[in-house]
T-cell receptor, first 110, second 110 residues
Framework: QKEVEQDPGPLSVPEGAIVSLNCTYSNSAFQYFMWYRQYSRKGPELLMYTYSSGNKEDGRFTAQVDKSSKYISLFIRDSQPSDSATYLCDGSSNTGKLIFGQGTTLQVKP | NAGVTQTPKFQVLKTGQSMTLQCAQDMNHNSMYWYRQDPGMGLRLIYYSASEGTTDKGEVPNGYNVSRLNKREFSLRLESAAPSQTSVYFC?????????FGPGTRLLVL
């Protein structure tokens, strides 16, 4: 079992929809959780970063961590075609090594 | 401020050939990483370097070697390329838990 599991999709939604992307993890030592966005033929870029449990909001994006169930979520409100990309979740303990999920491909149709 | 740069952008090798992928960062980060990304597999860590002069194996180190030449540069070497090493290779550097990725090197081994 991979330490971080993510449904690869693809996920296709109409413009304006609320998108929910999810990951589960198995390592109880993880304290840092991140979401990266990767456009086609580009490197991943950091989108959201949370420490321990709780929610974090940034514009249309909300990251949520539930350490009791080892569940990580990213919500995108009012989704736009420009949000079409692959979204990677990852977890990290204090070692600094990040463990990535497989990535979920999202397509937002106009 | 270029961030993380990688060369070359694209390379074709024949089985058995060797090559070195170059990576440099100008953000004064201590930690640097090499990943490979394959369809359905997400990002897998090959090697990482927590600081200048140190390197450690990641999830998939076989067939690769690395050199942390100085704080800025971290190279990845394939001594005898195999078709299974056809992939997209990403270098990253980090401060604490946030990683910054380069644009990637697409490698095709025939």
């Amino acid at each position: 079992q991979k330490e971080v599991e993510q449904d690869p999709g693809p996920l296709s939604v109409p413009e304006g929809a609320i998108v929910s992307l999810n990951c589960t993890y198995s390592n109880s030592a993880f304290q840092y959780f991140m979401w990266y966005r990767q456009y086609s033929r580009k490197g991943p870029e950091l989108l959201m970063y949370t420490y321990s449990s709780g929610n974090k909001e940034d514009g249309r994006f909300t990251a949520q961590v539930d350490k009791s169930s080892k569940y990580i979520s990213l919500f995108i409100r009012d989704s736009q075609p420009s949000d079409s990309a692959t979204y990677l979740c990852d977890g990290s303990s204090n070692t600094g090594k990040l463990i990535f999920g497989q990535g979920t491909t999202l397509q937002v149709k106009p | 401020n270029a961030g993380v740069t990688q060369t070359p952008k694209f390379q074709v090798l024949k089985t058995g050939q060797s090559m070195t992928l170059q990576c440099a960062q100008d953000m004064n980060h201590n930690s640097m990483y090499w990943y490979r990304q394959d369809p359905g597999m997400g990002l897998r860590l090959i090697y990482y370097s927590a600081s200048e002069g140190t390197t450690d194996k990641g999830e998939v180190p076989n067939g690769y070697n690395v050199s942390r030449l100085n704080k800025r540069e971290f190279s990845l070497r394939l001594e005898s390329a195999a078709p299974s090493q056809t992939s997209v290779y990403f270098c990253a550097s980090s401060d604490a838990a946030t990683q910054y990725f380069g644009p990637g090197t697409r490698l095709l081994v025939l």
